[in-house]
């Protein structure tokens, strides 16, 4: 531990400060935070009493298209013909799919009862530009009565083989789909509605681009005039180019049925909205995002935060970072906590390259090398330019990441102060909730009586939901 440090968390006098609880995996830290920490938390939604239930008029009663059946019937060829393909969510995104209580089994169920043969239908994950995934992930996501029985397949969107020429956009992309889905007689999307760092919100849309197109596609998407848009960011989707080059991806391609869900702060579900592409996404959107939004009357000197379940890695904890930026003011301070426990915990080769360029280069260098006429677009580019945005609010040594799980000398890649400076080299811990609280206790310590304050008491507070929330600027 650095010798200034090290005095200074000596030093530090905690008496009077209050405790909190910091989301850490399934689990809490018990942390201390100066007395005047605010505490931002979201609006509370109430649970479904009977998700089961829920999810059957849902499916049954359907926003802006016939039910399945109708669906099925109307198609030009008997059902028992039909190609039915289903794409899901991978394991970034906890979608409640499995078991009783989950929507996967009961649409599977609609589909087979419409006719629907099973060796007829496909389920596709949609990766995006994601690692494929594990067994294990598998039967984690969907459950083992879904593994078991039905054919899944990872989308991979370099293999060419697996991919089709589906579309042109008004904007000159051409959409290179997923062959499976874009062939299948009925088309089904699934997945998650919350507030999305740049196309607004998630899912609807989403689960066709830029979950099942192909890297060439995505570069558009991807690209840094798109993430530099003033538009492109959180609960915003008119003029947003990202919402918008994904809408008219799905509406070309073709979609027959939606399913997504809403979810509280403890990822209890609160809604299941199915039905239209877009009818029933925006209703999930409108009963959505009221529950997001904090208002605050003014940025604070330190914004303390956490990954959620999103942050399973390095790559995704950026969603936690963007969406605390409105609550910290220009040159204050972000300490993020992030349970890592992904089997990448920081991401991709080619991420964790960019990363490195992003420490070196600074966020408008790095800028600079992805808008030169010579660069080739190259996946995962983008998160660390996403990165670039909070850095640059707060400075390169103004956000400290706490990560128990990353190994100390993989943060030699990684921009910034990380919460191995807090703690001493030689110190062992039983778990990793164990590092994790020292890590992020001594961070917030030195936040508080870091030089740039010079010596001021400084405005404080905590983004309970870390990644979920959404903090902005009221009058």
Request: charged share 20%.
């Amino acid at each position: 531990m650095d010798k200034e440090i090290a005095d200074i968390l000596a030093g530090a006098d905690t008496r009077g400060w209050k405790q909190i609880k910091v989301d850490f995996g399934d689990d809490f830290l018990d942390i201390k935070v100066p007395d005047n920490c605010e505490i931002l938390t979201m609006p509370s939604m109430p649970c479904l009493v009977d998700s089961a239930a829920s999810i059957t008029t849902a499916l049954n009663q359907p926003t802006g298209s016939p039910t399945i059946s109708d669906t099925i019937q109307a198609k030009d060829k008997p059902a028992g013909e039909l190609t039915v393909c289903i794409t899901v969510s991978d394991i970034t995104r906890p979608v409640p799919y499995k078991g009783e209580n989950g929507f996967l089994l009961p649409l599977l169920a609609l589909i087979e009862g419409a006719g629907v043969k099973r060796e007829n239908i496909v389920i596709v994950i949609g990766n995006g530009m994601h690692r494929p995934s594990t067994p294990e992930e598998r039967i984690y996501m969907y459950g083992p009565e879904v593994v078991d029985n039905y054919r899944i397949v990872d989308h991979d969107c370099e293999d060419d083989a697996s991919l089709v020429l589906a579309a042109r956009t008004k904007r000159g992309t051409n959409v290179h789909l997923n062959k499976i889905f874009y062939e299948a007689d009925v088309k089904i999307i699934t997945g998650l509605v919350e507030s999305h760092f740049m196309a607004g919100v998630s899912g609807g849309r989403k689960a066709v681009c830029p979950a099942l197109v192909n890297t060439k596609t995505i570069e558009f998407f991807h690209s840094v005039g798109v993430l530099e848009d003033p538009n492109a960011t959180n609960l915003i989707l008119d003029g947003n180019p990202c919402h918008e080059e994904a809408m008219e991806v799905a509406k070309t391609v073709g979609v027959d049925f939606l399913v997504n869900v809403t979810l509280d702060k403890r990822l209890c579900m609160t809604g299941v909205f199915a039905g239209g592409l877009e009818s029933a996404h925006m209703a999930a959107f409108e009963a959505m995002k009221q529950s997001v939004m904090i208002p605050i009357e003014k940025p604070y000197d330190i914004v303390i935060t956490h990954a959620g379940y999103v942050g399973r890695n390095h790559y995704q904890a950026v969603k936690a970072a963007v969406n605390a930026m409105p609550a910290v003011r220009d040159n204050g301070l972000i300490v993020m906590l992030a349970d890592n426990v992904d089997v990448e915990p920081i991401g991709s080769q080619e991420y964790k390259t960019f990363l490195h360029m992003l420490k070196i280069l600074g966020p408008d260098g790095y800028n600079n090398i992805l808008q030169h006429p010579d660069w080739k677009f190259t996946k995962d580019q983008w998160e660390p330019e996403m990165w670039g945005k909070p850095y640059r609010k707060v400075g390169m040594d103004g956000l400290i990441y706490c990560s128990p799980q990353i190994p100390e000398e993989n943060f030699d890649i990684i921009p910034g102060p990380n919460g191995y400076d807090f703690i001493d080299s030689d110190a062992s811990f039983a778990t990793d909730g164990d590092k994790a609280t020292a890590m992020l206790q001594n961070s917030i310590i030195y936040a508080v009586h870091h030089p740039r304050l010079k010596g001021r008491r400084p405005t404080v507070a905590y983004i309970e939901e870390g990644p979920y929330a959404i903090p902005m600027a009221v009058g």
